[in-house]
């Protein structure tokens, strides 16, 4: 058989295809040559044929054909062959093919050979694909490489050693007898290991943690020599000493710091020497300075010198490598919580970085600019917000909106300026505010008296001409229908007044109803508005008849139920018109721990947030919190059994929202006494699980609920439900408030939770017990509602869970 062709040779030949099929004819042809010389146990061309197939595998063809070659090439004498054939096991074997194994004994026997580069290249096979069988057969020759003198070999046990612990952990202790003397070692290379051995194991053994915080002493010693240490050709990276060092022990001293004061306060010196004299003018220097700074955040650190940290960061704002700036406003971001004033100081910067052309930059400057806002600086920041409002893509403007609107409600300096901005954002961008804009923005110009003249001639010339923001219309069209007599007398004090007749009232609300950017929402709003304005306007009334009658016969189902209401209000019940469309009282928020808040809004309810107050001390009516969680979701929700049984009656704004809608605002029935009586002697719910399977009643963002079940030892109709969430995000979502509501069938009663914050990485759970009754035993659903603060922003979201097991309602 003629010799084959020599890998150079190959890649000259595959180079010169023109054709993707040229190339995978000549590979195929080379693949029939190689498969013939390894069928005919050709010793003498093995190495080559296997470098070949190594180049053809990094082409992206299939070379498994090889891997017993490979094995064949391991266990030759020399080292040409063994230096292939390791190479060859780390690029085509992995631990879930079972050939892998047959590696074990010649890793084992080059272990112990008396030549170090063969050594070498079983330590970096084994550190690269080893399965924990192998790891926990070759460890102690492991551990005996870790003790030899020779440097070379030693680095790489180090990092072979990284390799067995994260495969078999319980194996750690058997290296630390080794670590004692890691860093007493000159040679850098076997430092830089060490201390990626040492990082390895603090971050999987608390133990380990607390017994090389000891060595902090040695690591300051070791940076302080690398910084102060003079040129070396041999470490020396645009004039710094060994960077990858460096970052290494930052990265150490960081884990050894955390929540330790003597720690930190060993290492506070050398942090500020190195945060001081490092050169920034070069990427290598930015680098060890970025990990300065997040051991710096991440310790118990001083005062001045957490402002140190943040005024690097400040520097990193105006560099002009982009990676650089987003990497000094995710930090930012970070710490803006425990440090804000110091970061303060850099917001005309950080306001300059939502000009620049890259979107992720500004994504996170308009981040952290939200984060900035506070009672002083409200004005300035919302001035600069608005304009990136303006010109901002669309991908932004959801999330502006809603910073915006969020920190308005929290830092307004008025009520003027409070609508002012809000209508600002909707002219701007009324398309991608969320739902719950137009309804709170109703209440609040309808809780601002003084401003409902001011307010309504403002909407009415937003909305000239242009409807093509529906939210804005909505909320002019709704003002107008409230306040329209306020607009015709031109009874508006803030600002000149507008000359309006009662004609041109109406000319825009019936364009509105014509227009074909309206939504059928909006035409809603609008006829609403013009029923209204038949008890505000006197000229007008019989031209507001024609209207509604005309929309009577409309395609549109919702517009045509409400002309024809309209319609029978003028005709049969006209005597009653003024009564029903008087103008909407001022709408109080009343609040209590779950539950939310009623807001009217033209003739619908509609769920709101709530703020917080101290509850009363007296008994509160059954019916706030149950009318207030029938609000969840239609008709069919019971409410809520109270933790006490009550003395007052239903409250007396029933009638009122009667007219809403049909919603059931009885008072809950009288529960069973196991529900409302203090525990007995007896327990009330199995101490251990009834066989009964967990599910997971929501998953999103980060943030997972669970339902356990319990079943009742004194009543089998009723069952406990036990809620757990968590959640994997890196910062705590705080004020977290857990509703839940089921059909009229059901009876249910929510106790209180174990905590309002859910810890961030999966730390800590909180727990809530929810007790329900089912006395006919039919299926469970249940809508739940979730409230909580993450990242500086209020969160709500609505799901229904369906799938609960059937032995837990059967």
């Known amino acids: 058989m003629p010799a084959p062709i020599r890998l150079r040779e190959l890649i000259r030949t595959i180079r010169t ?80 093919q079972d050939v892998h194994l047959l590696m074990t004994n010649c890793i084992k026997n080059d272990l112990n050979h008396s030549t170090q580069y063969v050594q070498g290249l079983a330590l970096c096979t084994l550190g690269c694909m080893g399965s924990s069988e192998m790891c926990r057969d070759l460890a102690g020759e492991v551990e005996k490489l870790l003790k030899t003198s020779n440097s070379y070999l030693r680095k790489k046990a180090a990092l072979c050693a990284v390799h067995v612990i994260r495969k078999v952990p319980e194996l750690m202790e058997m290296f630390l007898p080794a670590t004692k003397n890691l860093l007493n070692e000159k040679n850098h290379g076997v430092l830089h290991t060490s201390v990626v051995l040492l990082t390895e194991m603090c971050e999987r053994s608390p133990d380990m943690l607390a017994h090389f915080r000891k060595l902090v002493p040695q690591l300051v010693r070791i940076l302080k020599n690398l910084i102060m240490s003079g040129y070396s050709p041999e470490h020396d990276v645009s004039g710094i000493s060994d960077p990858f060092l460096q970052v290494r ?31 920034t003018s070069k990427n290598v220097g930015n680098a060890i300075l970025y990990e300065t700074v997040l051991t710096i955040m991440d310790i118990k650190s001083e005062s001045g010198l957490r402002v140190l940290a943040i005024n690097i960061l400040g520097r990193f ?25 110091a970061v303060q100081r850099h917001r005309s910067t950080i306001v300059d970085c939502l000009k620049d052309l890259d979107v992720s930059i500004k994504r996170r400057a308009m981040e952290l600019s939200f984060a900035l806002v506070n009672g002083n600086n409200i004005r300035g920041m919302m001035k600069e917000l608005l304009y990136f409002l303006d010109s901002c893509e669309p991908e932004f403007k959801a999330d502006c909106a809603s910073g915006i609107f969020l920190a308005a409600e929290k830092y307004a300096p008025s009520k003027r300026w409070h609508i002012d901005t809000i209508m600002r954002v909707l002219t701007t961008a009324g398309s991608y505010v969320r739902d719950d804009a137009v309804p709170n923005l109703i209440q609040l110009i309808t809780n601002s008296v003084e401003m409902h003249a001011y307010t309504v001639q403002r909407l009415y010339k937003a909305i000239l001409g242009d409807y093509s923001q529906q939210p804005l219309v909505q909320v002019a069209a709704w003002c107008i229908g409230e306040y329209g007599d306020l607009l015709v007398s031109g009874q508006c004090e803030e600002e000149e007044p507008i000359q309006v007749t009662e004609d041109e009232v109406l000319d825009i609300l019936e364009s509105v ?12 709003y609008a006829l609403t508005a013009i029923m209204k304005l038949s008890t505000r306007f006197t000229c007008t009334v019989n031209r507001i008849k024609k209207v509604v009658s005309i929309y009577g016969s409309s395609i549109d ?165 036990n809620d757990t969430g968590l959640h994997s995000t890196e910062l705590d979502m705080t004020d977290f408030v857990f509703q839940a509501a089921v059909p009229k069938t059901f009876q249910l009663q929510l106790l209180s939770p174990s905590s309002s914050i859910v810890p961030a990485f999966n730390t800590g759970t909180i ?29 709500q979201d609505l799901a229904e869970v369906n799938n609960f097991p059937p032995q837990s309602w059967q």
Request: glycine share 6%; proline share 6%.
């Open 17 to 96: 295809a023109r054709t993707q099929a040229e190339e995978r004819e000549m590979i195929q042809k080379e693949c029939a040559a190689i498969r013939s010389s390894f069928r005919e146990e050709d010793n003498t061309y093995r190495c080559r044929n296997v470098a070949k197939l190594l180049y053809m595998h990094m082409l992206g063809y299939p070379a498994h054909f090889g891997q017993l070659e490979c094995l064949k090439l391991i266990a030759s004498q020399k080292f040409t062959d063994k230096r292939i054939g390791y190479l060859g096991a780390m690029l085509l074997l992995d631990e879930r």
């Open 249 to 279: 022990i930052l990265r150490l001293l960081r884990i050894l710091g955390r929540n330790d004061d003597d720690s930190s306060e060993a290492m506070n010196d050398i942090l500020a020497q190195v945060a001081t004299n490092t050169e």
């Open 317 to 341: 704002l105006l560099n002009n490598d982009k990676n650089i700036r987003y990497v000094a406003l995710t930090s930012l971001l970070k710490t803006v919580q425990t440090d804000h004033n």
């Open 513 to 524: 109803l014509i227009s074909n950017m309206s939504t059928s929402v909006t035409r809603g």
């Open 557 to 721: 189902v919702e517009l045509q139920q409400r002309a024809v209401e309209y319609n029978a209000l003028f005709k049969k019940y006209d005597h009653m018109r003024s009564a029903l469309l008087e103008r909407m009282p001022v709408m109080e928020k009343v609040t209590t721990n779950g539950p939310t808040e009623i807001v009217q809004t033209n003739g619908e309810t509609e769920p709101a947030p709530l703020e917080t107050k101290p509850p009363p001390s007296g008994p509160q009516p059954t019916s706030q919190a149950n009318d207030l969680l029938d609000l969840l979701g239609g008709n069919d929700i019971t409410p809520v059994i109270p933790t006490a049984p009550t003395s007052k009656p239903a409250s007396a704004g029933g009638e009122l929202l009667d007219l809403l809608g049909d919603i059931n605002l009885t008072g809950a029935p009288a529960a069973p006494p196991f529900l409302l009586d203090g525990l007995s002697s007896q327990p009330l719910f199995n101490d251990i699980a009834t066989g009964i399977p967990s599910i997971t009643a929501y998953s999103k963002n980060g943030l997972k609920i669970e339902f356990t079940f319990e079943r009742s030892n004194t009543n089998p109709q009723c069952h406990s439900d």
């Open 767 to 795: 727990t809530q017990v929810i007790k329900v009754l089912n006395p006919q035993k039919q299926q469970l659903r249940m809508r739940i509602k979730l409230t909580y603060n993450h990242k500086g922003s209020a969160m």
